[in-house]
């Protein structure tokens, strides 16, 4: 039979609503919107912060208000002892010191520490895995699948290291690197999760971590030291005792205590990473091998371990969080290549799931029209 040929008008109408409807059954978004680790993330995903990011509010109030109370109060007394207006530069030093540390806070907590992006699919084994799994038991049955080992080796430096696999991320996990609990996240070169800064501490933001630490344990010795010259005037000044200053300036009696208690802590924690730096260790590491004494495959020596972690550029990171992935929620959901072809797990299961739903409505229509033709069978075989 013949048919005339659609006219201009329907042809675009045809095309516009094909627009609309894949306008509607799809939809564009960014990696970090639909990312199944617990990163929180800001300005589109550049800003890339952990789950505890209250933490971060915690320790800037830690390190601003002793700042406060000493530009407050004790620099008017430093203001009157130092001529030369010396007195200003102590107090200049002292805010310009703590911004310094508050954009290394805000580097350490806000940079993607070395997130490894996750497989869509387990790796496929090796062919002497493969020759070997029945003698080894690690078939999980005859006739299912194969399941892969817990364990790997790989050489460094010529030493052999093992590797785990990670069940979450469905990767060989690389040398140093780590699955953070907190994060959910594998993280290369994984030191610790820090509390204090809400973020993993690992590869990319490693350096940002040891100058913040030091730095801030640099600052409360700077007020710990002016608030007792901030004293020693007082007591030149009045000629009184120690106690007597210190109830004319309270607030610098309470720097003092707070201070000391401060740097003793950061102090520790400055030396120790000092060392894990020329050995080229890590804080997990040190805490997991310290006691089995294996050799370190990463130590090149103290100047090239050193150089290692503050004169070499920064990784780039691996995972393109600002990366546009399609979701299409009709049918699939496919995200776009950001790395290596790697896309995000959940989009799988959420395509597994829309597919059981239609089929299950498939299932209860024809069940209805079976269920109405034997009854009306029946009604035939009773008349």
């Not at 892969?148 to 030493?159: A, F, Q, R, S």
């Not at 052999?160 to 069940?167: G, L, R």
């Not at 994060?183 to 994984?190: A, G, K, L, V």
């Not at 300036?249 to 309470?254: A, R, T």
Request: charged share 20%; aromatic share 12%.
């Amino acid at each position: 039979m013949y048919s005339p040929p659609l006219s201009s008008s329907s042809h675009d109408r045809c095309h516009s609503k094909a627009r609309i409807n894949n306008n509607t059954n799809s939809s564009q978004l960014r990696l970090y919107q639909i990312w199944q680790g617990r990163n929180r993330f800001y300005l589109g995903g550049r800003l890339v912060f952990g789950p505890d990011i209250r933490a971060l509010f915690l320790t800037l109030f830690l390190i601003l208000v002793p700042v406060a109370l000493f530009c407050a109060f004790v620099s008017r007394g430093l203001i009157n002892a130092f001529p030369h207006r010396l007195g200003y530069l102590i107090v200049a030093i002292s805010l310009l010191f703590s911004v310094f540390i508050v954009v290394l806070l805000l580097l350490t907590s806000g940079t993607d520490p070395g997130i490894v992006p996750r497989n869509t699919n387990p790796p496929e084994p090796d062919e002497e895995f493969e020759t070997s799994s029945i003698s080894t038991s690690c078939l999980g049955s005859q006739t299912g699948p194969l399941s892969l080992p817990p364990m790997k080796n790989v050489t460094v430096n010529g030493i052999v290291v093992k590797v785990k696999y990670c069940k979450t991320c469905m990767l060989y996990r690389p040398p140093r690197c780590s699955h953070c609990s907190i994060c959910d996240n594998c993280i290369e070169r994984f030191d610790h999760h820090c509390p204090w800064v809400g973020q993993c501490i690992g590869k990319r933001n490693y350096r940002y971590f040891f100058m913040f630490v030091s730095s801030t344990n640099l600052l409360s010795l700077y007020v710990f030291a002016f608030c007792w010259v901030n004293i020693k005037k007082i007591m030149e000044a009045r000629d009184c005792n120690l106690w007597s200053a210190f109830l004319k300036s309270p607030v610098s009696g309470i720097l003092i205590i707070y201070t000391f208690v401060v740097s003793w802590f950061l102090g520790g924690l400055t030396a120790f990473h000092l060392y894990l730096i020329l050995t080229n260790q890590t804080t997990y590491e040190n805490y997991r091998y310290r006691y089995e004494r294996k050799m370190n495959p990463f130590n090149l020596g103290c100047a090239r371990n050193f150089k290692e972690i503050f004169c070499t550029s920064m990784p780039r990171s691996r995972i393109n969080f600002r990366a546009q992935v399609k979701v299409d929620r009709s049918s699939s959901l496919n995200a776009s290549s950001y790395l290596g072809g790697t896309t995000n797990p959940d989009l799988h299961k959420m395509n597994f799931d829309v597919e059981v739903g239609r089929r299950q409505s498939v299932n209860a229509d024809e069940c209805k029209e079976i269920d109405s033709r034997i009854r009306s069978i029946g009604a035939g075989l009773d008349r």
